[in-house]
C-alpha cells in the first residue's frame, strides 16, 4: 500500500499526521476515499464526493 498525503475534501489543504482527521469511504459510491480535517469537522464543513456529487456532513 503505497503512502499518500490525504487532502481535506472540505478545507483542500493536506492532511499530515492530523490526529483528529478521518478518512472513510464516500456512503454514496463507496468509491472515493473522503478525508476530513479535525478543524472540518469542528466547524462541520461540508464535503463533496469528486465522483458521486455526494454531499454532507455525515
Ligand atoms: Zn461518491
Given at each position: 500500500m503505497e503512502e499518500?498525503?490525504?487532502?481535506?475534501v472540505s478545507m483542500g489543504r493536506?492532511?499530515?499526521?492530523?490526529?483528529?482527521?478521518?478518512?472513510?469511504?464516500c456512503p454514496g459510491c463507496g468509491?472515493?476515499?473522503?478525508?476530513?480535517?479535525?478543524?472540518a469537522r469542528q466547524?462541520?464543513?461540508r464535503y463533496k464526493c469528486e465522483e458521486c456529487s455526494f454531499e454532507?456532513?455525515?
Open positions: 499518500k498525503a490525504q487532502k481535506c493536506t492532511v499530515i499526521n492530523d490526529k483528529g482527521s478521518v478518512t472513510f469511504n468509491n472515493q476515499k473522503i478525508t476530513r480535517s479535525f478543524k466547524i462541520s464543513a454532507g456532513p455525515n
